[in-house]
């Protein structure tokens, strides 16, 4: 089947250019103007990615991925006007895939999607089953669900990609552009927005143990996990 892209964007001109992109490269589209036209369509519809303008007339772009996230683990690509770095890395921290920003080449957004929906299809195919090292942590590909010390960590779909590479290989050190490059291939994100994840995560599994800090930073080099 085709996969099916919801594009969330306010002005017609762009959705309508999306489509024509989409459609050229074998997809299907639905469209809307508003975040709550988008969770009623997701909802009741089966969306295989989601295109996201950030500014929307009833909701910021940012908090809908939120909401998003709360019960869907669908891809997400931003469309952003804004080409500051800090709404970049933010995009990514709430649980994005990727983002364009404006003005941008319908013909790039669609080979975004392409790569996006191939890895994740890739990796669907290569991990069905729970993963597992020790008593310490436990990692499930399935689920994206993350057990620290026998308590559930609440992680975003970047924060567990990230500690997942890191599970396979204990104590290999990958470089920001090394995890960059298995996580998010081909997005324009920067090499600061891994720091930004990794800090995120080693926050949260603080929360459960304080004294083990199993993440190792190799400064000027990248990071490890040490169980």
Not at 82 to 99: Q, T
Not at 202 to 210: A, G, Q, W
Request: with cysteine.
């Amino acid at each position: 089947m085709q996969p099916t892209i919801l594009i969330v964007d306010d002005e017609p001109s762009i959705s309508q250019t999306l489509v024509y992109a989409l459609q050229l490269e074998g997809f299907n589209s639905v469209t809307c103007e508003l975040g709550g036209q988008a969770l009623e369509i997701l909802k009741n519809q089966s969306i295989d990615f989601i295109v996201l303008d950030v500014g929307l007339p009833d909701i910021n772009g940012f908090e809908l991925c939120k909401t998003i996230r709360e019960f869907s683990t669908t891809p997400i690509l931003f469309l952003t006007a804004r080409n500051d770095e800090f709404d970049r890395i933010l995009g990514l921290e709430i649980g994005a895939d990727d983002y364009v920003c404006k003005p941008f080449s319908p013909r790039e957004v669609s080979t975004r999607i392409k790569v996006i929906l191939k890895r994740l299809n890739t990796t669907s195919k290569k991990e069905p089953e729970t993963t597992a090292h020790n008593a310490l942590l436990e990692l499930d590909s399935n689920t994206m669900s993350a057990m620290f010390y026998s308590k559930p960590l609440s992680l975003t779909k970047l924060e567990f990609q990230i500690l997942a590479v890191l599970f396979k290989r204990p104590e290999q050190v990958y470089s920001r552009a090394q995890l960059m490059d298995i996580i998010w291939p081909n997005s324009a994100s920067l090499e600061r927005s891994v720091d930004t994840h990794i800090k995120s995560l080693r926050t949260k599994l603080k929360s459960i143990n304080c004294d083990h800090d199993i993440i190792k930073t190799h400064r000027g080099i990248g990071y490890s996990l040490i169980l």
